[in-house]
C-alpha cells in the first residue's frame, strides 16, 4: 500500500474510532432505542469525530491513543448508572451533600504523546457520568469533584 493509502486509512480509522465512542454512549443512555434514535446519534456524533480528529491534528498529532483505554467502556456504562443514583440520592437526601469531594485522579507517567492522549480519554470518559464534574486536567492528572467521598472504578480504571 502506498504511503498516501496507508495514511486515508488511518484517518479514516480514527475518525471511526472517534464517531464510535460518543456513539455508544449516546446508545448507551437512550431509554428507548428506537431506528430513530440510532440515525440521530450516528448522525450526530459524526461531525464531532470529525472535529476531534481535526483538533487532535491541530495539537500536532501530540496525542497517541492506546487501545487498551476501549477497556474503560463497560467501565463507563455502569458508573452513569450507579453515578445516576448517587447524584439523586445527593438531591432528595439533604445530609448527603457533604458527600462530595474535589480530588485529583492521578494518572500513570507515560511518555508525551500516550500521557496527553490518556488525559483527554480520561476527561472524555469521567465527564460523561452524571457525578463527576471535570475541573481542570494538569500534567499526569485530571482534577475532579465527584458525588462520593472515594473514587469510584472509572477513576481507578483510568489512573491504571
Not at 487532535?56 to 463507563?76: C, D, E, K, M, Y
Not at 492521578?106 to 469521567?126: H, I, K, S, Y
Request: proline share 7%; hydrophobic share 50%; glycine share 8%.
Amino acid at each position: 500500500m502506498s504511503a498516501g493509502g496507508s495514511r486515508l486509512v488511518r484517518a479514516v480509522g480514527e475518525t471511526l474510532l472517534w464517531w464510535l465512542i460518543p456513539t455508544a454512549l449516546w446508545v448507551v443512555t437512550l431509554t428507548e432505542r428506537t431506528a430513530q434514535e440510532l440515525v440521530a446519534a450516528a448522525l450526530c456524533t459524526l461531525p464531532c469525530a470529525v472535529a476531534a480528529r481535526a483538533a487532535r491534528h491541530a495539537n500536532s498529532g501530540s496525542w497517541r491513543f492506546q487501545p487498551g483505554w476501549l477497556r474503560w467502556i463497560p467501565t463507563v456504562a455502569g458508573e452513569v448508572l450507579k453515578q445516576t443514583a448517587q447524584v439523586w440520592a445527593y438531591i432528595l437526601v439533604p445530609s448527603r451533600r457533604s458527600q462530595s469531594a474535589i480530588a485529583p485522579v492521578a494518572l500513570p507517567d507515560e511518555a508525551g504523546p500516550v500521557a496527553a492522549g490518556r488525559r483527554a480519554v480520561a476527561t472524555l470518559a469521567l465527564a460523561t457520568t452524571p457525578g463527576t464534574v471535570v475541573l481542570d486536567n494538569p500534567a499526569r492528572s485530571v482534577l475532579v469533584h465527584r458525588v462520593g467521598q472515594r473514587p469510584g472504578a472509572l477513576e481507578t480504571a483510568v489512573g491504571r
